[in-house]
């Protein structure tokens, strides 16, 4: 088992350009998370999904988008990128809607120019 | 939304001591995990604890959920435990909330 994986690992882009983060997890997860780590600070929730085809927004969802059109997999887009996006990304998985365990994704670097 | 708050935010043991971090959140949760972010930036789950108490290795931790806190305990440390230790609480089935971390410091 894999786990959960995330490409890229690193990405530089300038203001303006557009990228999409992958995440796949191999653990038949219904749940599947996006978060960003600021410096100095936890995690915060970007977007969730709650099985495939379904998206929700979370604490920090402007200027991102998200999809799931497989269930192992959840993508997570910027259409215009500004350096306010500069942080780290996590991806995470979980099996249910019983407070179950999340497990997480080794992070893509974020860098906006 | 729910506070999660987190103490002390700055540590530093030397090898060997024993140390308690504590994790007090502000309504009741369904969820509540331990990780260690280690210094190349991955988040290791350490434990998955929404009550009582669990034990690995020089590690346990106890929640007490009627209490609103957690605590987590590093027995006789290491300089590989150096990092940042974050809780994290989920108040509504379906999303985790962090807080801030405590950074801890081991030195030979």
């Known amino acids: 088992n894999a786990g959960v994986t995330q490409t890229p690992k690193f990405r530089v882009l300038k203001t303006g350009q557009s990228m999409t983060l992958l995440c796949a997890q191999d653990m038949n997860h219904e749940y599947m998370y996006w978060y960003r780590q600021d410096p100095g600070m936890g995690l915060r929730l970007i977007h969730y999904s709650v099985g495939e085809g379904t998206t929700a927004k979370g604490e920090v969802p402007d200027g991102y988008n998200v999809s799931r059109l497989k269930k192992q997999n959840f993508l997570l887009g910027l259409e215009s990128a500004a350096p306010s996006q500069t942080s780290v990304y996590f991806c995470a998985s979980g099996f249910s809607h019983r407070g179950d365990e999340q497990y997480f994704g080794p992070g893509t670097r974020l860098t906006v120019t | 939304g729910i506070q999660v708050e987190q103490s002390p935010p700055d540590l530093i043991l030397q090898e060997g001591a024993n140390s308690t971090l504590r994790c007090n959140f502000s309504?009741?949760?369904?969820?509540l995990q331990w990780f260690h972010q280690n210094p190349w930036g991955q988040l290791i789950n350490l434990f998955y604890?929404?009550?009582g108490t669990k034990q690995n290795g020089r590690l346990s931790a106890t929640t007490v959920a009627t209490e609103r806190y957690s605590l987590l305990y590093i027995s006789s440390s290491q300089t590989t435990d150096s990092g940042v230790y974050f809780c994290a609480v989920d108040p509504s089935f379906q999303k985790l909330v962090f807080g801030t971390g405590t950074r801890l410091l081991v030195s030979p």
């Open positions: 604890i929404p009550s």
């Open positions: 309504d009741s949760v369904n969820n």
